[in-house]
């Protein structure tokens, strides 16, 4: 069964760090692409960061760059996203998700879940 669980939400204050980690299990190959989304208060759900399966190069979201950095560690099939100088509006809860294929390749097959994490900035 794919399972894939979030750790490392909760309440920072304005300009301070968090780190999210997602462990993800059941997967059979390492054909997978890791990313976070988060979906805030009354908005739709965006993506935040991915990391390509095929080179493992970075993507991320404008309102992120120089702040938020995702990294993937192989063995332990762990992805992290590390958050620095947070914002109130990066408050939000954050999703893992993965699917087979590159990051463009989202919505075309078959894509898995966590159950979300919330982060907090307060101002």
């Known amino acids: 069964e794919v399972q894939l669980v979030e750790f490392g939400g909760g309440l920072v204050q304005v300009g301070g760090s968090l780190s999210l980690s997602c462990t993800a299990s059941?997967?059979?190959?390492?054909?997978?692409?890791f990313a976070w989304f988060r979906q805030a208060p009354g908005k739709e759900r965006e993506v935040v960061s991915c990391?390509?399966?095929?080179?493992?190069?970075?993507e991320l979201v404008h309102s992120v760059k120089g702040r938020f950095t995702i990294s993937h560690d192989g063995p332990t099939t762990t992805t992290y996203l590390q958050m620095t100088d947070l914002k109130p509006e990066d408050t939000a809860i954050y999703y893992c998700?993965?699917?087979?294929?590159?990051?463009?390749?989202?919505?075309?097959?078959?894509?898995?879940w966590g159950k979300g994490t919330l982060v907090t900035v307060s101002s």
């Open positions: 990391l390509n399966s095929s080179d493992r190069s970075t």
């Open positions: 059941g997967f059979t190959s390492d054909d997978y692409t």
């Open positions: 998700a993965a699917w087979v294929g590159g990051c463009h390749a989202f919505g075309v097959t078959m894509d898995y």
